[in-house]
């Protein structure tokens, strides 16, 4: 019931967001050039309308709601596994390894293309390593929490080698094209960008989707998860897989967008409780709901666009905040 | 039926447990003793597949259960930790319906079926009443109880419990032991525990392995195994052991320190 409420506020969000931005389509318009695709309506609006409707507001809204819901998911997942609410999806290094490999792409002048791609791709490796200084030290202790620890010290290392190529980048174009994309931004989307981030995070979606009872066993920890019958390892890596691949590539096509796969979780689980068969698909829902509507916040607040990533941490913190005072016994 | 047969256990390549050997059938209550330090854990997590075994077998129905999946054994072997604090507040029901995961597949979620399995046992433990509660907001008593439920919801045909009765009260205590000992009497339970207690093991348990200093095991009935000398040895203390008749007629042994008055 409650999901089907959230579906509903989430296509209500999804095509308000339409008729948000700087160029004037009312929604009624806009719904109508929308269904003009699906039944032959005759046209009363520009031909420029159009454009902006499909060629620049469509992709922007799709992959806010594929961002959002990738990095909320993510660090749902992340927290159970990890049993800590503090866990946000980068938490093993991906998204400084994936700033790391964009910064590096526009240092050497690659294309937009191979800039996701090298964004995508050095995300990736920063997790592997910490995935394998897990593995390696280890042996006897908490798993996840060496874990952690080795995903706080690949961070900070990846992080340092974005400012060695800050440093050396060109003032006047590189530096503030890296400083612009760790921002984070959905402003430069386009359709292709899309198909191929989709895949990853729709796959990494329907896997943690299905291993949402798992997940409840597994945040009661590993030694209780093992004697319940489930084969942790394995389990441990398909998750770290699949919210690894979701968030580098939401993060490589849109930069740093912070505190969503933090706090978007937490208001899920406000809403439906911690047990994962509801939370997985609420948090999908949500996440693609709160990214949307700061989006369009982003879009509408000022003459000047500001990056996206700015705008989800001034909204996300107070609401972080909300969270701290009114949920204490949610998560102690 | 679980056998222990010449096991040594330990971590890496020293062995801190030495040729032990016991089994337990179904309906016995086994309690596991030992002061701290002397492997009574090392032992504990050999026999749930925690730890690998040095040398020696476990045996389930005759079967080396090293070789069987988590799965399976899970199906077969409850486990029951100290009560703890998860870090999210999920439902009564819903924590003792994950003890259904070994019965369901990897990328499925419990039937009605499972969820009515889970009620039973709450049922069976007298607290049905928590099944809607949090599970972060019950007392250590009811908290306990709730991971016994989770075990019994598994199947098993052996509990495994540690240390059930720490950090409880004494009315707790008492409660969640009369509990353990009807399972295993009226379900025909296989069930180990471990505990701090020797009197727990005296009045309770049908079976006692004592573990002393230097690797000593003595495996028998608590009233053979657990001697005043056992005690002086293990704990280095002096105690003593005495026969007591209770109120309903039943003859026990208890230990109680031999203070100087």
Redesign the interface.
Known sequence: MKLATMLILFLLLFFFSFAIGRFPVSSGTAATILLSRIVSIPSYWSAEMETVMFKIRLPRILAATLVGAALSVSGAAYQGMFRNPMVSPGILGVSAGASFGAALGMLFAFSAAMIQVSAFVFGLAAVGITYVIGALFSKRGEPTLIMILGGIIIGTLFTSFVSIVKYVADPYNTLPAITFWLMGSLATINMPDLYVAAVPILAGMAVLSALRWNLNVMSFGDEEARALGVRTGILRFTIIICATLMTAAAVSISGIIGLVGLIVPHLARLLVGPNYTHLIPFSIVLGAMFLLAVDDLARIMFTVEIPLGIVTSIIGTPIFLYLLINTRKGWV | MLEVRNAYCG?GAKAVVKDISFTIAPGELLCLLGPNGVGKTTLFKTI???LKLQAGEILLHDEDVSKW???R???K???V?QAH???????VL?VVT??R????G?????SAHDVAIAEETLHTLGISYLRDS?Y??ISGGERQLVLIA?ALA?QPEILIMDEPTSNLDFGNQIRVLEHIRNVAKKDRLSVILTTHYPNHALIYASKAVVLGRDNRVSVGTPQEVITEEYLKDAYNVDAQLLGVKNRRGGNFTICIPALQM
Do not use: N
């Not at chain 2, 604090?85 to 439902?91: A, D, G, I, L």
């Not at chain 2, 995961?101 to 369901?104: D, E, G, L, N, S």
């Open positions: 971590y749930l597949g925690s999946s988590r799965r054994f899970a199906t072997v409850g486990y930790p604090t998860p870090p999210f507040p999920f439902q819903d994950m003890g995961t070994a019965h369901i990897m990328f499925s979620s419990p949090v972060t907001e989770r598994q």
